[in-house]
């Protein structure tokens, strides 16, 4: 399965995930880089590094100083050089093997829960459809919630929803205060919008009576939190 870069068009096994949500390889990552700083290539939103290395499991992303660039030329017996700024690094077979099988798990949830929400969606306009124009009672619509307590599967989650085609209110780490709560209105108001992605943050002190499912990406062991 391959997926298209949202630079360079190529498509492409492994892309790389730009903090803002957007896809990206390695070799585009390392030439904006280079260019222009750490940012994104399509909606320019600056990042930090460590924010990037976060999203990328079993890859190194690293500055590289113009000294160790000048050693590289120079001990490089194969005519290949480095002139960018920085490298994406793939991790040793070693270390890849645990992020690999804890990836697939996480997609499968992920694939699982956006399957599921098509069938819950079905299922309610079934119902509103079955009332009938005449019944005093009002549709409910499908209001699902996605949890996760980790940055890096909440944010893996979206990107997954997008390939999706299903829209997502997002209330977690790294959105502004301001559209965190417009995203949550929208998502109370909004028949069409189905799915809030909500991270550790939000887990407190928000009415959210009306949703109609809860998805836990992974075990809460913290009861008072899973309430």
Request: proline share 4%; charged share 25%.
């Amino acid at each position: 399965m391959t997926t298209t870069c949202g630079c360079c068009q190529r498509k492409l096994q492994l892309l790389m995930i730009i903090p803002c949500g957007h896809l990206c390889c390695a070799d585009c990552i390392e030439d904006r880089y280079t260019e222009v700083g750490a940012s994104c290539f399509f909606c320019k939103e600056v990042y930090e590094p460590e924010v990037f290395q976060e999203l990328q499991p079993g890859f190194d992303f690293r500055e590289v100083d113009d000294s160790s660039k000048e050693n590289n030329s120079t001990t490089n017996t194969s005519g290949q050089q480095k002139s960018s700024g920085c490298q994406v690094v793939q991790g040793s077979s070693q270390s890849q093997s645990p992020n690999r099988h804890y990836w697939t798990v996480d997609a499968s949830k992920i694939f699982y829960a956006a399957a599921r929400i098509r069938e819950l969606k079905k299922e309610f306009a079934h119902r509103s459809a079955c009332l009938g124009s005449n019944q005093p009672k009002k549709a409910r619509y499908v209001k699902v919630i996605i949890f996760s307590q980790f940055t890096e599967i909440i944010w893996r989650t979206k990107l997954a929803f997008e390939q999706q085609k299903i829209p997502t209110a997002n209330f977690i780490t790294r959105v502004a205060p301001k559209a965190r709560m417009r995203a949550l209105k929208r998502f109370r108001e909004d028949p069409s919008l189905n799915v809030l992605l909500l991270s550790e943050m939000g887990s407190h002190g928000l009415d959210l009576s009306f949703v109609t499912h809860v998805f836990l990406m992974e075990q809460i062991w913290d009861k008072s939190l899973e309430q």
